[in-house]
């Protein structure tokens, strides 16, 4: 299989499905398209119809959209716990997963995914801090409902496709440092230091610079920046 994704500094809809697969170990082949070069757009297209990324390319199968790649791995490898195992447990993680993927609009607007920089804490707006509060709640409510007891640190025990879908949402938090009980500080740092996650990120600072994205810092005051290996 093929995983055709964007920069891993800042694609967090990429992050999704590469982090499920790498973490549960279901092989694959990685094709990284820089976004807002000159040839970006065509080079996309000829492996996803939506000429968005990222898309997984199995054969003849071709599958764009994050939590539509991550529902083809489940019934693809059923034995991989791509979902919790129970049903109640995967009626939540998928309403969850869901929730993340059409909602959160303020704190994704308002807060892109960097992997290079910290910046200041700031104040933000009602709608960001609704979000934050939200994504809490959730976390908190599948951490003590199905979490705890059962072997992981991850919202359901171990890791699955729910921890993947928030994935970018940890960076965030992380990225502009904002205000979160020690609960949800305890999950991030669970999520930051999952191997794959790892992985991941040091391939996101090894990015070339020519990739990088103008515009990701309007508004925003960098504290820290994390070594870039990239030329």
Same mark, same amino acid.
């Given at each position: 299989?093929?995983l055709v994704?964007?920069n ?7 992050m ?8 549960l170990?279901?092989?694959?082949e ?5 976004l807002?070069?000159?040839?970006s757009?065509p ?6 119809p939506s000429g968005?990324v990222?898309a997984?390319i199995d ?5 764009w ?10 019934e693809?490898?059923p ?7 129970? %049903?109640? /447990?995967r009626?939540?993680?998928r ?8 909602? &959160?609009? *303020?704190?994704r607007?308002n ?8 910046f200041a804490?700031?104040?933000?707006g009602?709608?960001?801090m =609704? ?5 809490e =709640?959730?976390? *908190?409510? /599948?951490?003590?409902? &199905? ?6 640190p ?6 699955s496709?729910?921890d993947a879908?928030? =994935?970018?949402v940890?960076?965030r938090f992380?990225?502009?440092q904002?205000p979160?009980s020690?609960?949800?500080r305890a999950?991030m740092? =669970?999520?930051?230091d999952?191997?794959? &996650?790892?992985?991941w990120? %040091?391939?996101?600072?090894a990015e070339p610079r %020519? ?8 508004g925003h005051?960098?504290?820290? *920046?994390?070594p870039?290996t990239g030329?």
């Amino acid at each position: 299989m093929k995983l055709v994704i964007a920069n891993k500094l800042y694609s967090s809809w990429s992050m999704r499905p590469w982090l499920a697969m790498r973490a549960l170990g279901i092989p694959f082949e990685e094709v990284v398209i820089p976004l807002r070069q000159t040839d970006s757009g065509p080079r996309i297209l000829a492996h996803s119809p939506s000429g968005k990324v990222p898309a997984l390319i199995d054969g003849e199968i071709v599958v764009w959209e994050s939590l539509a790649i991550i529902e083809y791995l489940a019934e693809r490898f059923p034995d991989k716990g791509v979902w919790p195992k129970t %049903s109640a /447990a995967r009626a939540h993680a998928r309403a969850i997963s869901n929730e993340m993927h059409a909602g &959160f609009m *303020a704190l994704r607007q308002n807060c892109p995914m960097n992997l290079a920089k910290k910046f200041a804490s700031k104040a933000y707006g009602a709608d960001v801090m =609704a979000n934050v509060a939200r994504i809490e =709640a959730i976390w *908190a409510e /599948a951490r003590s409902r &199905f979490g705890a007891g059962n072997g992981g640190p991850f919202l359901y025990g171990q890791f699955s496709a729910a921890d993947a879908m928030y =994935a970018p949402v940890v960076t965030r938090f992380e990225t502009y440092q904002l205000p979160v009980s020690d609960a949800t500080r305890a999950y991030m740092i =669970a999520v930051m230091d999952h191997p794959a &996650f790892r992985a991941w990120r %040091s391939d996101a600072l090894a990015e070339p610079r %020519s990739w990088d994205l103008a515009g990701y810092e309007e508004g925003h005051v960098a504290v820290e *920046a994390y070594p870039r290996t990239g030329a």
